[in-house]
């Protein structure tokens, strides 16, 4: 009779045999990314070369001052104060502005959205007003409002107002019908078929929206300061170039830039906690 041989097996950690399935190797949790290499990567060389080329060329500082110069108009502009008081005034505008346009522009976009008869009584006026030149109707404004923080508010929010009211639209009327339909057919009401459907569809739409806005509500608020203000990096801006100081107009744009930066990566921060369903694509961040 042949002897039956055991059978020994062994009992091995699932995280020692499989640590593939883990999901917590370093190299999972430490994916490489490329543009956090390239994106620094052009700066450097993109200012290297600016100074480099304003040396070896002797350009003069009131043509283009090199990025040393710039560097010490912006020390000097934060130390005196004078970028704090003109970033604060700035930013307030921009975001009174936007938050009004942004409100304004969801309720209308929806109303239209949803009632067809607001559609056809109020779109075509509104098309109408968002043709005029936003330059070209800022003395009235200040006229209106007077020199102050209202008139820049209310630029910036006519500005910023129209791409934010479009995507509240097209992302509204974006809903398959045969989700509406599954909805109808379970006794679902208008006001749930909207909560519940209509408005998540509608919300990479409206964030879409909401990015453009925030950055034309800056282009609004500096033009209201060009326009006339009593303070602001626009109205900083225009001081400079009566004085000539080249390198101080660069140190306000590279603040302006910073807060629009600063302004978008708080939208995309904001669209990533609220529509987490949807695959980053279109951020760079």
């Given at each position: 009779?042949?002897?039956?041989?055991?059978?020994?097996?062994?009992?091995?950690?699932?995280?020692?045999?499989?640590?593939?399935?883990?999901?917590?190797?370093?190299?999972?949790?430490?994916?490489?990314?490329?543009?956090?290499?390239?994106?620094?990567?052009?700066?450097?060389?993109?200012?290297?070369?600016?100074?480099?080329?304003?040396?070896?060329?002797?350009?003069?500082d009131f043509i283009l001052p090199?990025?040393?110069?710039?560097?010490?108009?912006?020390?000097?502009?934060?130390?005196?104060?004078?970028?704090?008081?003109?970033?604060?005034?700035?930013?307030?505008?921009?975001?009174?502005?936007?938050?009004?346009?942004?409100?304004?522009?969801?309720?209308?976009?929806?109303?239209?959205?949803?009632?067809?008869?607001?559609?056809?009584?109020?779109?075509?006026?509104?098309?109408?007003?968002?043709?005029?030149?936003?330059?070209?109707?800022?003395?009235?404004?200040?006229?209106?409002?007077?020199?102050?923080?209202?008139?820049?508010?209310?630029?910036?929010?006519?500005?910023?107002?129209?791409?934010?009211?479009?995507?509240?639209?097209?992302?509204?009327?974006?809903?398959p019908q045969d989700k509406i339909?599954?909805?109808?057919?379970?006794?679902?009401?208008?006001?749930?078929?909207?909560?519940?459907?209509?408005?998540?569809?509608?919300?990479?739409?409206?964030?879409?929206?909401?990015?453009?806005?925030?950055?034309?509500?800056?282009?609004?608020?500096?033009?209201?300061?060009?326009?006339?203000?009593?303070?602001?990096?626009?109205?900083?801006?225009?001081?400079?170039?009566?004085?000539?100081?080249?390198?101080?107009?660069?140190?306000?744009?590279?603040?302006?830039?910073?807060?629009?930066?600063?302004?978008?990566?708080?939208?995309?921060?904001?669209?990533?906690?609220?529509?987490?369903?949807?695959?980053?694509?279109?951020?760079?961040?």
């Amino acid at each position: 009779m042949k002897a039956v041989e055991p059978v020994v097996t062994s009992v091995i950690p699932a995280d020692v045999a499989a640590p593939h399935f883990t999901g917590h190797s370093p190299r999972g949790r430490f994916r490489f990314r490329p543009e956090m290499i390239l994106i620094p990567g052009v700066a450097v060389l993109l200012i290297g070369g600016w100074e480099a080329a304003c040396r070896l060329l002797k350009i003069s500082d009131f043509i283009l001052p090199a990025p040393s110069g710039i560097a010490v108009a912006l020390y000097q502009g934060f130390m005196s104060g004078q970028f704090v008081t003109g970033l604060f005034a700035t930013m307030s505008a921009v975001v009174l502005g936007f938050l009004a346009s942004a409100a304004v522009a969801f309720v209308l976009g929806t109303l239209i959205s949803q009632i067809r008869l607001v559609e056809v009584t109020l779109f075509p006026y509104v098309v109408a007003i968002q043709t005029l030149p936003k330059i070209a109707i800022a003395p009235l404004i200040l006229i209106w409002f007077g020199v102050g923080l209202e008139s820049k508010v209310v630029i910036a929010a006519t500005v910023s107002f129209f791409p934010m009211l479009v995507n509240t639209i097209v992302g509204l009327k974006s809903t398959p019908q045969d989700k509406i339909d599954l909805m109808r057919s379970l006794s679902a009401s208008r006001w749930k078929i909207f909560w519940y459907v209509q408005l998540p569809e509608a919300l990479p739409f409206i964030f879409a929206g909401l990015n453009i806005g925030i950055v034309l509500s800056v282009l609004g608020a500096i033009v209201a300061e060009f326009v006339g203000a009593k303070a602001g990096l626009g109205y900083l801006i225009l001081q400079m170039n009566y004085n000539m100081d080249i390198a101080g107009m660069f140190a306000a744009l590279v603040v302006l830039g910073i807060m629009g930066i600063v302004l978008n990566s708080a939208m995309t921060f904001a669209r990533r906690r609220i529509v987490f369903w949807q695959s980053d694509q279109y951020t760079m961040s």
